[in-house]
């Protein structure tokens, strides 16, 4: 199963919060994609002395879990496998 091509725009269902950006499933690839809290919004901040507890609750108010959001690949990375 080939991997999106950089620079794709996919519709794409938030699946996991992180301290550190959301994990999302694209329809018609097997492996998520890691939106990074820096490419989530202009409109919000956090700080790194914030905790992993205050920066998930500020992503909360940008994407819950569920929700269908767009997406742009900016890069991929093979997993451990090579893949």
Same mark, same amino acid.
């Given at each position: 199963?080939?991997?999106p091509e950089e620079g794709?725009?996919h519709r794409a269902t *938030? &699946? @996991?919060?992180?301290?550190?950006?959301?994990?999302?499933?694209?329809?018609?690839?097997?492996?998520?994609?890691? *939106?990074?809290?820096?490419?989530?919004?202009?409109?919000?901040?956090?700080?790194?002395?914030?905790?992993?507890? @205050? &920066?998930?609750?500020?992503?909360?108010?940008?994407v819950s879990e569920g929700?269908?959001?767009?997406? &742009?690949?900016?890069? *991929?990375?093979?997993?451990?496998?090579?893949?």
């Amino acid at each position: 199963d080939d991997p999106p091509e950089e620079g794709s725009v996919h519709r794409a269902t *938030v &699946k @996991q919060l992180r301290a550190f950006g959301v994990f999302v499933e694209m329809q018609g690839y097997r492996r998520w994609g890691l *939106v990074h809290l820096s490419q989530l919004s202009n409109h919000w901040e956090s700080n790194r002395e914030d905790s992993d507890e @205050q &920066k998930i609750e500020a992503i909360a108010g940008v994407v819950s879990e569920g929700e269908q959001i767009w997406v &742009k690949v900016v890069e *991929v990375r093979p997993d451990d496998n090579g893949r």
